[in-house]
């Protein structure tokens, strides 16, 4: 295991503090790992908060921001958050108009996160939780019951985080979260494992001309495994068990996602595929990401999220954001 | 190998055709391999070309947009861009206020930059260029005659290119590019080797538990080959490098840059580190960047480039700049 780190023991803070250096628009707690806006919640917005565990960045600390979250619980690498740490996430959100968890479909996850929404009204801090479950590859996994919860929370989080910045209810505000949700699919393809520092080793093995279809952010098994194709028989391959879950029509937004390990030229070169898929498919690509923005450590691969937008939905990913992961607008 | 790509022989092509299907507000010339701004060079700006191998992305083509590039080309991965290649983008940059060539210090790209240069004078189009050599790590090396040009093409590019949105002279622009790169330097770590697509294995090998100092880009050797470290050790001997070359004083623009293979959750724990060397050390990070922007395909390793600020060159880091690889404040 070849990773720059001081131990697997210090992780996790290690980075929290590297955040803290250099954002100051994020307070950072370190002891109790929470990552929220500086300046505290703002009065009258609904909050957002998220989380689960490390090994995914920008996810989710970065994405804390004007127009975004206020405030994300990171656990160890790979491991949920606990209850009384999703709990001061929320109280450090909590403006008064009440929270959103969004929550990723891991067991651990939401059961955690319950927990707290639980203690949470306990304070009469009012809670409502989106379960992010976007994964077509597989039913049931090894963290999950039902489908995991992968790169539709990075557009749950700006769309609704959008709602919440016009002063929406918590009510519209969930309601819009569950509803980018239903309409988004995703599919991921490993070439790597990665190594989660405190195991030491790798997460599974690939043969040197072998890939994992439909592999999950912790590199847990996907539908299969196959020989290393070119791009645009993956990418196929990837939009094809999109499309038969979700047929693809009218104007998407599209998330090409490394997965920590993958060079940006060759994310690019995928998005190509993904964008003559799409066309061919009689649908188009109305906003997109390329890049690394829900990651698996320094797993090489790459995944495809696809939501259809509707006209609200694309005005309110287009609204201002201002974060460490995403910025743009204002 | 394992890559995501088509071939060796598409690896540029295709990600230039993402890129065009990706960000409209670029203009991708395919054939001649030159990516501009949509909507051609603004009258009267003095336009800004950079340039060189690709699998350095998002350099150079994903810093085209306002406030920073006006043309970019790309030569094949880790291979300079040939002059008439260099010339045609100089003419799209060319809004009649005269050309800035940003070159990095390698030997091919510095004469083809040359030789573009002058055929642009017979062409009438006023050529400056600016020679980027901030590498402290080798004098003369695989590929150079003197320094490296590294990660301080970044920070030229976004300054320089502020200032030339701001309407100022060639000169000007010229001058403050080679300010910047007076005023930077770079220091790189490789813990793997890349792969070039066409050569198909390793451009180096490193032992298990071995890391390589002052690294290229290009994977070109460093100064020295030793055990792998806590990331305090290493960043130490990266930070003395720099400090023993330009001491670190003041106000300081730091980039702790991911060499395309490194989850951004150890770029930040190496932030952290950096952040506490520069404050023992007397002076302090007043801007910053922790990302992935100026990779070697899939190496996994990372960068420290510093740059001394002064009043003026802060003003113009904060400057608005709108490209698909940095986008702030408009």
């Known amino acids: 295991m070849k990773k720059l780190i001081n131990s697997p023991e210090t992780v996790v803070t290690d980075a929290l503090a590297g955040m803290a250096a250099a ?22 917005k609904v909050g957002l908060v998220s989380g689960g565990g490390s090994g995914h960045e920008p996810l989710h600390g970065g994405y804390v921001g004007y127009g975004m979250l206020d405030a994300a619980c990171p656990g160890e690498v790979f491991t949920s958050p606990v209850p009384d740490q999703v709990l001061a996430a929320t109280r450090a959100a909590n403006g008064g108009a ?95 494992s990665c190594t989660v520092p405190a195991a030491g080793k790798p997460t599974f093995d690939l043969a040197e001309q072998e890939i994992e279809l439909g592999i999950g952010i912790h590199g847990e098994p996907g539908r299969t495994r196959g020989p290393l194709q070119p791009a645009r028989d993956i990418v196929a391959t990837v939009m094809d068990a999109i499309h038969a879950d979700l047929p693809l029509a009218g104007e998407l937004l599209v998330m090409v996602n490394g ?67 995403l910025r743009w607008g204002r």
């Open 23 to 44: 954002h100051p628009s994020l307070s950072v707690d370190l002891d109790g790992k929470i990552i929220t806006r500086a300046g505290g919640p703002v009065p009258g």
């Open 259 to 325: 997965m920590g390990g993958t060079p940006l030229i060759e994310l690019y070169g995928a998005f190509s595929e993904v964008s003559r898929y799409v066309g061919d498919h009689g649908a188009r690509i109305g906003r997109n990401l390329v890049g690394n923005y829900i990651t698996s450590l320094e797993m090489q691969g790459f995944s495809v999220t696809v939501c259809q937008l509707t006209e609200t939905l694309r005005d309110l990913w287009d609204a201002p954001v201002d974060t460490p992961g």
């Open 98 to 192: 009440g929270v959103l968890h969004i929550v990723k479909n891991y067991t651990g996850d939401v059961l955690n996160f319950r927990m707290a929404a639980e203690l949470a009204d306990d304070e009469d801090i009012e809670v409502e939780s989106v379960v992010v479950n976007d994964d077509v590859a597989v039913r049931d996994s090894l963290y999950t019951a039902g489908r995991r919860g992968v790169g539709a929370t990075v557009f749950v989080e700006k769309i609704a985080g959008a709602l919440a910045e016009r002063g929406a209810p918590l009510a519209e505000v969930a309601a819009v979260a569950a509803e980018v949700n239903e309409r988004s699919r995703s599919f991921g393809v490993a070439l790597t």
